[in-house]
């Protein structure tokens, strides 16, 4: 089955440095999406990369999805606090009805 | 707001009990997922249904089950619980217009399960 590997674990970042948090897949996908769930709370759903080298931004918030379309990157330029919680990414395999999530992220800001 | 209603909130009970997660989807998904977070830990994919019938099934223990109705509002029973199965049990909808794995899930509040 599908299986992605979302690194690093655990990041601590002083408010104001950058954070990327990336995302590995063996196989090729046929999309990914990008969750976030703060301390506390649910995932909540960020965006979707479908084609080869896609890159989109929100924000603060940029995206990306490999070329190959088996890897993908959250970057967040200038963190702050309110952006603690964990990431998720959550690959789309090839006609496969299961989403398997990434171990996530969290992302810890120091003020 | 997600729309996706579970309940109930918190739910605390002894080992070899028997428990009932709901799960009511946003209006119009037809489909919903089942996720077991355990503390601290990813989403572990449980099981799937759309429109009542049963689509995908992940990690789920031969003591778990669930069903979704006709009204597409789904449950899930957990049986002879142990204290692993202690975690956040959360329940998510998609719409399902396009394929299932282009549909942002819309997550629940979840359940926090504690087995004692």
């Known amino acids: 089955g599908q299986q992605v590997m979302q690194i690093p674990q655990y990041q601590h970042v002083q408010e104001g440095e950058d954070f990327t948090t990336y995302c590995n897949s063996s196989?090729?996908?046929?999309?990914i999406q990008w969750y976030k769930q703060r301390p506390g709370g649910h995932p909540v759903f960020l965006i979707q990369l479908v084609k080869s080298g896609e890159v989109k931004k929100q924000k603060r918030l940029t995206f990306q999805f490999g070329e190959a379309k088996k890897n993908s990157s959250l970057h967040i330029t200038a963190t702050q606090t309110t952006d603690v919680g964990t990431y998720f990414c959550a690959p789309g395999g090839t006609g496969g009805f299961k989403t398997i999530f990434g171990a996530g992220t969290r992302l810890f800001v120091k003020a | 707001d997600s729309g996706v209603t579970q309940t109930p909130k918190h739910l605390i009970t002894a080992t070899g009990q028997r428990v009932t997660l709901r799960c009511s989807p946003r209006?119009?998904?037809?489909?919903v997922y089942w996720y077991q977070q355990s503390l601290d830990q990813g989403l572990q994919f449980l099981i799937q249904y759309y429109n009542g019938e049963e689509r995908a099934k992940g990690n789920i223990l031969e003591r778990f089950s669930a069903q979704q109705f006709p009204d597409l509002h789904s449950e899930l029973n957990l049986s002879s619980l142990e204290l692993g199965d202690s975690a956040l049990y959360f329940c998510a909808s998609i719409l399902t217009v396009r394929p299932f794995s282009y549909n942002e899930q819309f997550f629940g509040p979840g359940t926090r399960l504690t087995v004692l």
């Open positions: 196989t090729t996908l046929s999309n």
């Open positions: 209006s119009g998904d037809l489909s």
